[in-house]
């Protein structure tokens, strides 16, 4: 999020719509059964083979994530072929120097069966794993 959000008529705007993003986040996080401490992150869900990728996110630290799909965009086959995307993402992680982290623990009965992975940034130094919550 961005320190300013557009056109917001006043402070009082800003704040309640700062507050909405900051909840917003928690309760995905809460669902999904991830720590704060993966705020910011990229999900991404293949959904084929049933996986989710938790791509943590440090700011300055890591490259630039557009980039850093646009590396797995490029591998999608031009053929019909639904199975590429997690060989694509575990591919483009190992060539950037992720580093896997915690696995994520899902929570919702929906992604039972389903496995995750947590790729860490670069600068590991900058997060703290503590969980925000019991």
Known sequence: MSEQVEHCQSDKD???????????ASSVCDYLGLNEADIPS???FSLLDRKV???RHSGDADSSLYQFF???AIRRPSA?????LSRAVLD???ESGLVEGPVPELVPPSLDGWVATRYLPRDVDTLAWERARG
């Open 80 to 84: 019909k072929q639904s199975d590429w």
């Open 70 to 72: 646009k590396k797995i």
């Open 14 to 24: 800003q704040e309640r719509i700062s507050r909405a993003i900051d909840q917003s």
């Open 92 to 94: 483009v992680a190992s």
């Open 53 to 55: 990728f938790v791509f």
């Open 42 to 44: 990229l999900l991404v």
